[in-house]
């Protein structure tokens, strides 16, 4: 199983709204990652958890919360967004090596409005 | 931080044509990986190289270490490879997130 599986696939919210966006591999890796990607633009990394620990963070605003519960699960929560943090995130996975794939989920297309 | 330049950045060519996309980087690397977006978002990985040339059915990737250059191409081209190629690269040890080239947009026509 190779799958890294990214819930929901469309988000819509408001500015006031709190969500969250969850992401699940099962390939036992132990790097995951939060990507964001706008539109026609390549991703940007916000995010790398290493063993469950925040090992990266690219300066994302703190109205982006990582979260790892587990070595499964990745979640990113929202609160407070803007219409321009309007994107794609992509979750993806990998093993900790200096030489490793990436796994990408399908991504979630969230629109703030 | 890696600077990664690809070109070109939209191509057009005829079904069984042979594609070659090109990506540079301005500093060293542990590994550069050629990745494939569909419409609609996912992202596949196509190779990963530190070294040498990769060959999978009809792609192929080289890599030049001392020309820090790297080459994705296609042979015999289909429809179906129409998406965008991204050139990415990783830069440090262990969990390394990934420095994206803009990316080449490829529209294989019948």
């Known amino acids: 199983d190779t799958e890294v599986t990214q819930t929901p696939k469309h988000l819509v919210m408001g500015m006031t709204n709190k969500k969250s966006l969850k992401c699940e591999q099962h390939m036992g890796h132990r790097a995951m990652y939060w990507y964001k990607q706008k539109a026609k633009k390549p991703p940007e990394l916000m995010f790398v958890y290493s063993y469950e620990k925040l090992s990266i963070n690219e300066s994302v605003p703190s109205r982006f919360s990582p979260e790892c519960p587990n070595s499964s699960l990745l979640n990113l929560h929202l609160h407070a967004l803007q219409p321009e943090d309007s994107a794609l995130y992509l979750c993806?996975?990998?093993?900790?090596?200096?030489?490793?794939?990436?796994?990408f989920g399908a991504g979630t297309r969230l629109s703030v409005l | 931080k890696n600077e990664v330049e690809q070109s070109p950045q939209n191509l057009t060519a005829q079904e069984g044509e042979f594609i070659t996309i090109n990506c540079s980087y301005s500093?060293?690397?542990?590994?550069l990986h050629w990745l494939q977006q569909h419409p609609g978002g996912g992202i596949v990985s196509l190779f990963m190289?530190?070294?040498g040339k990769k060959k999978h059915g009809r792609l192929i990737a080289t890599i030049n270490i001392q020309e820090k250059h790297s080459s994705l191409h296609i042979t015999a081209s289909h429809p179906r490879d129409s998406a965008v190629y991204i050139c990415?690269?990783?830069?440090?040890?262990?969990?390394?997130?990934?420095?994206f080239g803009k990316g080449t947009h490829l529209i294989i026509q019948p």
């Open positions: 500093v060293g690397i542990s590994a």
């Open positions: 190289l530190s070294s």
């Open positions: 990415a690269v990783g830069s440090g040890g262990g969990a390394d997130g990934l420095t």
């Open positions: 993806a996975s990998s093993q900790v090596l200096a030489k490793n794939i990436q796994y």
